[in-house]
């Protein structure tokens, strides 16, 4: 099946460092790949779609100067959380979508968790 | 925007009994699917059910989609100590692969053994 990976899987750093977060398809190309995140005990809220070779498209609320990301390949996307914050600590999920067929499932990471002290 | 919502938030029952789980959503869907996720780590798709479809089965999984009522359920039969997990349903709006999934705020179950 399908596999995305993440790296890395968990991530310590002092507030106004950046950091940057892997999502890769391994096994298929991806023209598209999403950024959720996840705060504790809470549902997954998407942050924005990473289109290959365009801009991101972020959801309402989503700053684009903070989530800075690139889809630098089809198989490779990156999200880089500039000057990070302590309310920046949350688990991270990207996904994507297998350009083949009819891209109606879309495929997970493992997750980075981020803290940021 | 956060759109699904489960229902119970939390569901606690005997191994071997069957747990079910309800979503609801407010737009227009393409497809509602049902993920899983263990304890802080990442999601698992179960099952996927479009639109036209009514009903799912899947193993021990049973989904239902009612559009009308804009609601699904997720049926585990013969649950096991390993079901226990979090269950998210997620839509997927009208417009074809471009659009990221809206999750639903799941229901935490627990399987006693």
């Known amino acids: 099946g399908a596999v995305v990976s993440q790296h890395p899987s968990r991530v310590i750093c002092k507030s106004g460092t950046s950091v940057k977060i892997e999502c890769r398809s391994l096994d298929f190309q991806a023209t598209t790949m999403f950024w959720y995140r996840q705060f504790p005990k809470q549902s997954l809220m998407l942050m924005a779609t990473?289109?290959?070779?365009?801009?991101?498209?972020?959801e309402q609320g989503v700053e684009k100067d903070k989530f800075l990301i690139n889809h630098a390949s089809l198989t490779l996307s990156t999200l880089t959380v500039t000057s990070a914050h302590p309310e920046d600590s949350s688990f991270y999920i990207c996904s994507a979508r297998d350009q083949r067929g009819t891209q109606e499932t879309q495929y997970f990471g493992p997750g980075t968790r981020l803290l940021v002290l | 925007s956060q759109q699904g919502e489960e229902d119970p938030q939390a569901l606690s029952i005997q191994e071997g009994e069957n747990a079910t789980m309800n979503c609801s959503y407010k737009t227009s869907i393409n497809n509602l699917q049902w993920y899983r996720q263990n304890s802080g780590r990442g999601l698992v798709h179960l099952i996927l059910?479009?639109?036209?479809?009514r009903e799912k089965h899947s193993g021990r999984l049973r989904v239902t989609l009612d559009t009308s009522k804009k609601s699904s359920s997720l049926l585990i039969t013969a649950s096991r100590a390993a079901d226990t997990a979090s269950y998210f349903c997620?839509?997927?709006?009208?417009?074809?692969?471009?659009?990221?999934?809206?999750f639903g705020k799941g229901t935490h179950l627990i399987i006693q053994p």
């Open positions: 059910i479009r639109s036209n479809e």
């Open positions: 990473s289109n290959e070779g365009s801009k991101a498209t972020y």
């Open positions: 997620a839509t997927d709006a009208p417009g074809g692969g471009a659009d990221g999934l809206t």
